[in-house]
């Protein structure tokens, strides 16, 4: 358990724990006291916790992906590649940038006037949510979201086919059928997750909303941030 992918899995284990602790507590207050409101500053701190922990997630899958792109295309030269010092420093690349990018969206939705209604229609204060409530033009928000999306989650995606691809040539050129099922087992659980992270992110953020009501968006929003996490330790504890 002291090798690369267990430490990186462990700080996804963090995230997905972080995730549940961010939303599923101020759910459950909702459905058993709807009455009871969430607070301004409450809400923003919600929001910027549940982006970060988004944006760690990604960058970390990603991460991920590539230290099994070196077990598999090179292995022996795995553990010089992946140091524990490399290991460290793309956690913290991703912990940082994740924290970043989620204050420099605050920054653009802390400038904006909120008039009323003072009501969210979500399980918990989720940023295209909150956006709804300003009173003010909100374009620039959606662009930076779009653009953010589109650099942060399908730039990440692409990045992450590419090393699968690799790892697909190199598995095919095997030869022994052990050797196939023993890198194929290795990626799996990996490749479940990825799908489950990033379709549910592009379905969420990046799809057209006339095609998603707006209580399917809210159901997206809870596989998105709530089975997802849940799902990711039973897909690799199974695996183990």
């Not at 990186?8 to 207050?29: G, R």
């Not at 058993?32 to 910027?48: D, E, H, R, V, W």
């Not at 990045?159 to 690799?166: G, M, P």
Request: with cysteine; proline share 5%; net charge positive.
């Amino acid at each position: 358990f002291h090798s690369p992918m267990y430490f990186l899995l462990s700080h996804l284990a963090t995230v997905d724990m972080a995730y549940a602790c961010n939303t599923v507590p101020q759910m459950l207050v909702n459905l058993l006291n709807p009455a009871k409101p969430i607070s301004f500053a409450g809400c923003m701190t919600q929001t910027y916790l549940f982006l970060t922990f988004a944006l760690t997630e990604c960058l970390l899958l990603l991460m991920m992906s590539y230290d099994r792109y070196v077990a598999i295309c090179h292995p022996l030269r795995y553990s010089v590649i992946m140091s524990w010092s490399v290991c460290i420093s793309l956690v913290v690349t991703s912990w940082a940038c994740g924290s970043l990018l989620a204050l420099a969206q605050m920054v653009l939705v802390l400038r904006l006037p909120f008039c009323g209604p003072h009501e969210i229609n979500h399980f918990f204060c989720e940023l295209l949510s909150v956006l709804k409530l300003a009173c003010a033009d909100t374009w620039l928000n959606q662009i930076i979201i779009f653009v953010a999306c589109t650099f942060i989650v399908e730039g990440p995606l692409c990045l992450v086919l590419v090393s699968y691809t690799r790892i697909l040539v190199a598995i095919l050129r095997i030869q022994s059928g052990d050797g196939r099922r023993k890198a194929f087992s290795t990626c799996s659980s990996h490749l479940c997750v990825v799908g489950l992270f990033f379709g549910s992110a592009i379905v969420t953020y990046m799809a057209p909303k006339s095609r998603h009501p707006e209580e399917q968006q809210k159901i997206l929003f809870l596989f998105y941030s709530f089975f997802n996490p849940m799902l990711n330790p039973i897909i690799y504890s199974l695996r183990n």
